[in-house]
């Protein structure tokens, strides 16, 4: 009966017999009693084994989406994940030294700031009380250990669970105990390009270990001498290394950074001692680099705000000439002249430097009507010279200017790309900063490019849906419409991972998921409200929206819609959908931002 079921059907039969050689064997999992094993390391010398054991908590309770449209014509649950909150797992790291054929644990009990409680529980005097009395030691993670070649030092990086620290120290295999190197700590929460990942760290030698840091406000690079503790910052500026990686001999770092403009990526190099980074690369927009085995080449995939992504190559040298060898848009595509979005760039009001992408039309429609387009994921760059993520919407855009909308394209406060400030301004109040970036934006359009004030509108999906829903209920008087897709209603109904790092835990922070959360809101509603979801959604699931729509039933609100889409996750993938979700959003700016 349905295309999606028969298309299904084929590629699972054509999937199944083509890549079952492809597979590999089921590795065998490891366990230890109700413990689970991983991280297994061997030192350079062969003399310790390092690993890690990890209880699983109990009373973890996952959610289920239900899926509508089966081949067996029944309902069919898949199961989902957890929901912030839920207990932790709790891991210990054990070192087995072959000589004296012992076993005992890394001592975590003497890492420096191990009971240190986060400022937030001031604003909950009884909490924070009973967390002091208990004085109890914050459970940490050790991701791995990383040796030296010769394996006469060791080196661990540790995170709190709570997201408040991260600590890099060094190892005394010997005895398990630790020493600190260096101590990351964030009130709001660890994050930023490079921090906390074992894979953008290691040794340069036998005693100097690197890694990143925002101890600066912007993730750069540093070294330590582990035997002395001293440490040297490397890099600095207001501009975010983003990529890093040592070179074959350890003599130079290669890493990718937005030093001329936060919306440019090059590839960079620098000594391992220091000095005046040398770029490398030289095509304006985006370029993301892999190094050659001989390290004499660049593989390059390049793109630019217009055109996407194309593969070059390039001697590893300053200046050198890249040579594109790919070719990847169609003759379709070409044939429509897209626009290239001018990058601007406005005070926020609280005196930040806000970016933008705007795209204005060649001839304004006599409503003056505008479009504020708001990126999802939260921690993510779009206004970048080069190609979005969003390419879809990047069209939809087009569409609109085309049509007489001004549209504006916004890194709000918390996307990527400006320093550790920018990115954790929203901590404790998501729909804060973040929308009010959004409200200074449509300011700077009526101020300064003429649109309409009572005809504005906004759309976006995911953490960009959520910013609609906010604006919608808090704002009324700035938006008219909104399309909301795939929105977060109720961030306690979202996943751990992300959400507990930005807003802590429901238990212990209920101020911040009350201002942070949509559906606290919804009395505000009086534009029109589009509300678009894919019922089975696996990240925001599809129960998010139905609860705001309970919410909007029983607040007596007739101003909205909801489109639900059956067979759809969080990315959609059917092109019908897409269209569908786009005609829908289309409709409803024009019937409301033109009147």
């Known amino acids: 009966m349905f295309d999606i079921i028969k298309k299904e059907a084929k590629d699972d039969k054509k999937d199944s017999t083509e890549t079952a050689l492809l597979k590999p064997d089921k590795l065998k999992e490891i366990a230890y009693g109700d413990k689970r094993l991983s991280a297994v390391q061997i030192s350079p010398d062969g003399r310790f084994i390092t690993y890690r054991l990890t209880k699983r908590a109990d009373g973890v309770q996952n959610a289920i989406v239900p899926n509508y449209v089966t081949a067996s014509g029944f309902t069919e649950d898949i199961p989902n994940r957890s929901k912030v909150g839920r207990p932790s797992s709790t891991s210990e790291t054990f070192i087995y030294d072959k000589r004296r054929e012992a076993v005992y644990p890394v001592i975590t009990s003497e890492i420096p700031g191990i009971k240190d409680l986060p400022d937030y529980l001031k604003d909950y005097p009884d909490e924070l009380k009973a967390r002091q009395k208990e004085n109890a030691d914050r459970q940490v993670n050790i991701d791995g250990v990383l040796w030296n070649q010769s394996g006469s030092n060791a080196v661990v990086i540790i995170s709190a669970q709570d997201n408040k620290d991260c600590w890099i120290m060094r190892l005394d295999p010997v005895s398990g105990k630790l020493s600190l190197l260096d101590r990351q700590r964030d009130e709001a929460w660890i994050g930023g390009p490079g921090i906390d990942d074992p894979g953008n760290a290691g040794f340069i030698d036998d005693n100097h270990f690197y890694y990143q840091s925002e101890a600066s406000g912007y993730s750069h690079i540093y070294v330590v001498d582990v035997t002395s503790g001293a440490k040297k910052q490397l890099t600095s500026g207001k501009w975010e290394v983003q990529t890093l990686q040592l070179s074959q001999d350890k003599k130079t770092f290669y890493f ?340």
């Open 256 to 595: 990718t950074a937005n030093i001329d403009h936060p919306g440019i990526t090059h590839f960079y190099s620098i000594p391992v001692s220091g000095g005046t980074p040398v770029k490398i690369t030289g095509m304006k927009g985006g370029n993301e680099v892999i190094l050659s085995p001989d390290e004499k080449w660049l593989a390059i995939r390049y793109s630019y705000s217009n055109r996407p992504w194309e593969l070059y190559i390039q001697a590893n040298k300053p200046g050198a000439k890249a040579v594109k060898i790919t070719n990847s848009v169609s003759a379709e595509y070409l044939s429509y002249p897209w626009r290239d979005p001018e990058i601007i760039s406005f005070k926020n009001r609280y005196g930040t430097d806000v970016y933008a992408r705007l795209y204005q039309p060649k001839k304004q429609d006599p409503a003056k009507p505008a479009v504020v387009f708001v990126h999802g994921a939260g921690y993510l760059q779009n206004v970048t010279y080069s190609w979005s993520y969003y390419f879809r919407e990047f069209m939809f855009n087009n569409m609109l200017a085309d049509n007489g909308y001004t549209v504006l394209d916004i890194d709000y406060t918390a996307s990527a790309g400006y320093g550790r400030d920018f990115r954790t301004g929203i901590y404790r109040h998501m729909g804060g900063k973040d929308l009010t970036d959004q409200v200074d934006g449509v300011k700077l359009l009526v101020d300064k490019y003429g649109v309409n004030p009572k005809h504005v509108g906004l759309y976006g999906g995911s953490y960009g849906g959520f910013i609609t829903l906010m604006g919608m209920f808090t704002e009324p008087d700035v938006f008219a419409a909104g399309g909301a897709i795939r929105s977060v209603t109720d961030w306690a109904h979202y996943n751990h991972e992300y959400t507990s790092n930005i807003l802590n835990e429901p238990f212990t922070d209920e101020q911040a998921y009350r201002k942070s959360s949509p559906i606290y809101f919804a009395n505000g509603l009086k534009g029109n409200l589009l509300m678009l979801h894919g019922m089975i959604d696996q990240n925001v699931n599809y129960q998010d929206i139905i609860r705001l729509t309970q919410k909007l039933i029983e607040l007596h609100k007739e101003n909205w819609e909801l489109a639900s889409y059956p067979v759809e996750d969080h990315g959609f993938e059917q092109p019908s959908s897409w269209a569908d979700e786009y005609k829908r959003i289309y409709k409803l700016f024009e019937g409301t931002l033109k009147k």
